[in-house]
């Protein structure tokens, strides 16, 4: 079982839609989750974290931490062309500084 | 301009051949750290490092050796490169203080 699963897609959604990507993982002391973007040929940049249970909201994107049930997803409100990338959900497993990856969704916003 | 530098970006050479990448920051972070991106494998940490001469393990250290004798430089050695090596590599770093971790363009590399 891997320690960070997201479904690799590809995920289309049209322009102005709410795309929704979703990530679970499998060790419950977790304490830290990271969503990163990352654009054909780039590197990732960081663009959401959360800590706590529940929702955190910056401007289109809200994150969405569920501990007991060990998912974290990410909801792209509006979402736009320039959204099209993929995202890599990241948890911090050990220790303060050890990210462990999941393979990224491709995420697809048709005009 | 804040960033993380890696040389060189594209790599080709052959079995055996001991190659180094490059990375530096100018940032003064005292956390940087190697991945290498795999397709449908996702990035996987290969070493990190806390602060000067302080270096770990990640998930993937087998064939790779890092050293961090100045803050701001972090170079991955290969001392026998395979093919199974070939892939996309990026160094990161951030301020012990933050979560943020800032990546480097990424260094292509292509064992024959």
């Known amino acids: 079982q891997k320690e960070v699963e997201q479904n690799s897609g590809p995920l289309s959604v049209p322009e102005g839609a709410i795309a929704s990507l979703n990530c679970t993982y499998s060790d419950r002391g977790s304490q830290s989750f990271f969503w990163y973007r990352q654009y054909s040929g780039k590197s990732p940049e960081l663009i959401m974290s959360?800590?706590?249970?529940g929702d955190k909201e910056d401007g289109r994107f809200t994150a969405q931490l569920n501990k007991a049930s060990q998912y974290v997803s990410l909801l792209i409100r509006d979402s736009q062309p320039s959204d099209s990338a993929t995202y890599l959900c990241?948890?911090?497993?050990?220790?303060?500084?050890?990210?462990?990856f999941g393979s990224g969704t491709q995420l697809t916003v048709l005009p | 301009e804040a960033q993380v530098t890696q040389n060189p970006r594209y790599l080709i050479t052959v079995t055996g051949k001991k190659l180094t990448v490059t990375c530096s920051q100018n940032m003064n972070h005292e956390y940087m750290s190697w991945y290498r991106q795999d397709p449908g494998l996702g990035l996987r940490q290969i070493y990190y490092s806390m602060n000067v001469e302080v270096t770990d393990k990640g998930d993937v250290p087998e064939g790779y050796k890092v050293s961090r004798k100045e803050k701001r430089n972090f170079p991955l050695i290969l001392e026998s490169p395979s093919p199974n090596q070939t892939s996309l590599y990026f160094c990161?770093?951030?301020?012990?203080?933050?979560?943020?971790?800032?990546f480097g363009p990424g260094t292509r590399l292509t064992v024959l």
């Open positions: 990161a770093s951030s301020s012990l203080g933050t979560d943020t971790q800032y």
């Open positions: 990241a948890v911090n497993q050990r220790s303060a500084r050890q990210l462990t």
């Open positions: 959360i800590y706590s249970n």
